[in-house]
């Protein structure tokens, strides 16, 4: 009998190639030969390929867990943390959306607490995302923040969040537009902090201006923004047009229709091109009504989450490792590069480490093994392997 700390996996490597069997033992990937014999692997199929681990820069919650939730806490941060990791990624941040100040210095300080104390979290975690409070008040823009908790840049205020956090506040989402915005933007980059512009209506001078302050990113490009636009003067044009810009961008098939994505892949590099789940505790849940974001939303029997009767979408309920193959059929670009678009793409631009992906004989076992369902144009996650210095998953 094959001891327990030894597993073979048969399945093709996300770049390319032959398929293969590949045996890892303790954590390490210690032969790799290639086959056509799938009966002799514990693990994979012919539809099973092996990729990087996953990073999610947008998470608002997921499986009935929300990082909104006052009775937030680091138990039910280490919950949803193991389930994301069932699906991949490795390393995620969680995002906070509008509030009061009382509530979001609260919640700051709930998860700078949990990453202080908890040595995985705090491996998993490398910090914050705030969306808001200094996005546009405007209807469209706005998406599903409440209008009540919007308001202008304030470096006090910041401040009080990011002494919360011990410092873990790894990127900021805001509308250039907002008074001070500027300035704002120029502060924050000297603290180390990244800027994405998002949720916003600002022109191209404006977006030229938070650009040459510092603002490197867009966050779910497309989306959190009017219906009806002025045909040149927007910032999804400059946002394409700009090469200091990087995008985030959500393929879950609601957010943006593949004409879009088609259409951002071809103006963006991929290297500049970062997937996002933007997920919501609803990933996980059944269809029906919930509370999110201080308001009344649907998830429908399709997947899609709107602000209750309205067409507003409201987040999303999609895993980041489903998003990938709508990539890949929008776009027509390679398994390997939209794999980098949810895992090393994101760590460099936002100069986070996450666990390196070598499949070769030797290397740490840092890698997922899912199945494609060409039907349903989905990924089936069937092992997750972490060979890292904080933990050892398999």
């Known amino acids: 009998m094959k001891p327990k700390n030894t597993i073979t996996i048969y399945g093709t490597p996300v770049s390319g190639g032959k398929t293969v069997v590949c045996t890892v033992k303790d954590g390490v990937i210690v032969q790799i030969k290639e086959s056509s014999n799938p009966k002799s692997a514990d693990i994979g199929d012919e539809e099973t390929i092996i990729a990087p681990l996953l990073f999610d820069i947008q998470v608002n919650g997921g499986f009935g867990i929300s990082i909104q939730d006052e009775n937030l806490t680091e138990d039910k941060l280490l919950e949803l943390s193991h389930r994301l990791f069932q699906s991949g990624v490795i390393r995620w941040v969680p995002t906070l959306v509008s509030n009061s100040i009382e509530k979001t210095e609260f919640l700051c300080r709930i998860i700078g607490d949990s990453l202080r104390k908890n040595k995985e979290l705090s491996f998993a975690i490398p910090g914050i995302h705030l969306e808001g409070p200094w996005i546009s008040a405007e209807d469209g823009p706005r998406g599903a923040h409440p209008k009540e908790c919007i308001r202008p840049p304030s470096i006090k205020e910041f401040e009080k969040y990011y002494q919360a956090t011990g410092g873990k506040i790894l990127y900021v989402t805001l509308a250039g537009e907002q008074k001070n915005a500027i300035p704002f933007i120029q502060y924050l980059v000297s603290k180390g902090v990244h800027v994405s512009l998002g949720h916003h209506n600002a022109d191209i001078t404006i977006m030229r201006k938070a650009v040459d302050a510092g603002a490197r990113l867009c966050t779910h490009l497309g989306n959190g923004i009017h219906n009806y636009i002025h045909r040149h003067d927007n910032p999804i044009w400059y ?25 951002i892949a ?10 996002i789940s933007d997920a919501t505790q609803l990933m996980g849940m059944p269809a029906g009504v919930y509370r999110e974001f201080g308001t009344e939303v649907e998830l429908k029997k399709d997947g899609k989450i ?88 398999l």
């Open 306 to 393: 709107c602000l209750k009767g309205t067409p507003y979408l409201a987040g999303s309920a999609t895993p980041l490792l489903a998003c990938i193959p709508i990539w890949k059929e929008s776009t027509s670009q390679s398994l390997d590069r939209c794999f980098k678009c949810a895992s090393i793409v994101p760590a460099r631009i936002l100069k986070v480490k996450i666990p390196r992906f070598r499949f070769r004989k030797g290397a740490k076992a840092n890698f997922i093994c899912a199945k494609i369902n060409r039907e349903k144009n989905t990924l089936i996650p069937l092992a997750i392997f972490c060979n890292s210095e904080n933990f050892l998953h």
């Open 239 to 263: 946002s394409l047009a700009e090469e200091r810009l990087s995008v985030s961008i959500i393929a879950d098939g609601h957010h943006l229709p593949p004409a879009i994505l088609k259409t």
């Open 266 to 275: 071809k103006c963006k590099k991929y290297n500049n091109v970062i997937l």
